[in-house]
């Protein structure tokens, strides 16, 4: 069975962390749509100005921070010690578990684009121990399709295997497309998938979605993707749905309204660490 579009979500322009310009796609409304993913911002920009002020130093709990940048550079600071960059085709994954505090530094380039999401953690999973990984651009496998190619960022595509997470299994990967091209891939039927075009429009079905806009698809054991007169960049992420409850507010998102107060008393009183972690940049 193909799986169709059920819901299409196009982003919005809007500012975030010091002054960001952004493309905000998915957030509270469309946690119980496109779940276990929370949020899904873009970033497309060629003027430094519009995102050079970065994202100052900012807490976490409850979440996966999955960073990937196709252009451009972002660096990485906690509160526990560790400091990175990536650039070009890298990623930055970023575990909060039980609470850390980091902050995403943006320097200029001749282009930023790529996206950042946010991966819910399952509830006995809230308050693992934090964790920081790079997944370098030498990780990841760049696969020859008909048409284009694919970008492994995580999880399997057919026998190859690229970076797994620890905590919910993540299939992510980057699909470059040439014009006039169509691209099918085998799908669990009970996977929880979206795609997002970062780069072009595309169709799946008869259903046109155009650039920067996350679609939901349905159950099926097979997804087909086609270009138009225009070649495509589109993000394609698979995972397992929680359906589980939902408690945000602002950088922390736990299961109760309850979790959530005590996460904001703790970083009121100096407790919201709990524990080291260790740095690892490979």
Do not use: C
Not at 184 to 197: A, G, L, Q, V, Y
Not at 221 to 239: H, P, R, V
């Amino acid at each position: 069975m193909k799986r169709e579009v059920i819901k299409k979500i196009q982003g919005f322009r809007t500012k975030d962390g010091a002054g960001v310009n952004l493309v905000r796609v998915l957030g509270h409304e469309t946690v119980e749509d496109f779940d276990p993913i929370l949020m899904l911002d873009s970033f497309d920009s060629t003027n430094p100005d519009e995102y050079t002020a970065g994202f100052p130093m900012h807490p976490h709990r409850g979440i996966e921070t999955v960073s990937y940048l196709s252009q451009g550079k972002m660096i990485h600071k906690d509160t526990l010690g560790n400091e990175d960059a990536i650039g070009d085709g890298e990623v930055q994954w970023m575990n909060s578990g039980s609470g850390i505090e980091h902050e995403e530094m943006v320097p200029a380039a001749d282009r930023l684009l790529g996206v950042q999401l946010w991966l819910n953690l399952p509830q006995k999973e809230k308050m693992s121990k934090p964790t920081y990984r790079k997944i370098r651009k030498d990780e990841i496998e760049e696969i020859d399709i008909d048409g284009g190619m694919i970008r492994l960022i995580a999880g399997s595509y057919k026998d190859h295997h690229g970076f797994k997470g620890e905590h919910l299994p993540l299939d992510y990967y980057d699909i470059h497309l040439e014009p006039y091209k169509e691209f099918k891939i085998e799908t669990n039927h009970d996977k929880s998938i979206m795609i997002f075009t970062l780069i072009g429009d595309v169709y799946v079905g008869d259903e046109h979605i155009e650039e920067k806009t996350a679609a939901k698809l349905s159950e099926g054991d097979m997804l087909a993707i086609k270009t138009g007169e225009n070649k495509a960049q589109i993000l394609f992420m698979s995972s397992d749905k929680l359906g589980e409850e939902v408690a945000w507010a602002g950088p922390i998102v736990m299961n109760t309204s309850r979790e959530i107060r005590q996460a904001f008393e703790e970083l009121n009183n100096g407790t919201f660490i709990k524990e080291s972690i260790e740095f690892n940049a490979e």
